[in-house]
């Protein structure tokens, strides 16, 4: 649903190609909608570039676990990141979806959706560089 918004979003900016909103400063509703989603896609980015650190962590620690304890028939470390990323991806949009509902079918609502997906990924970076640093 953040997709079609967003697609949305830039095609009503795409009437003029040369247009560039002032996020330091929006005025409109447009130029706000578009700078949060700006920022949510930078915190997308951010959260992807992690990824790799994290997989590459926590495959380690399933190899190290595996020396240690061959009896453990749960599933490692990584594919449990995996199944929690997957379920959180799903919460954050739902999330998301919700939270932009206070302005249902109004301009502000994709603005409230793309603050929402950059304020929880931003606290799941966080919380992901913890599970490096502490692994």
Request: glycine content about 4%.
């Amino acid at each position: 649903m953040f997709n079609e918004i967003l697609l949305a979003l830039l095609l009503s900016a795409s009437q003029s190609p040369d247009y560039q909103p002032n996020c330091a400063n929006p005025e409109t509703q447009l130029d706000m909608n578009l700078c949060s989603a700006r920022a949510a896609a930078a915190a997308d980015a951010e959260l992807n570039r992690l990824w790799p650190r994290v997989r590459e962590h926590l495959q380690a620690q399933d190899r190290e676990f595996a020396t240690l304890r061959s009896a453990d028939r749960r599933p490692g470390y990584w594919q449990t990141a995996l199944n929690a990323q997957r379920s959180w991806l799903g919460y954050r949009d739902r999330q998301c979806a919700l939270e932009g509902y206070e302005a249902r079918g109004g301009t502000l609502e994709a603005m409230l959706v793309a603050l929402c997906r950059e304020r929880l990924t931003r606290a799941r970076i966080v919380e992901l560089n913890a599970v490096i640093e502490e692994g």
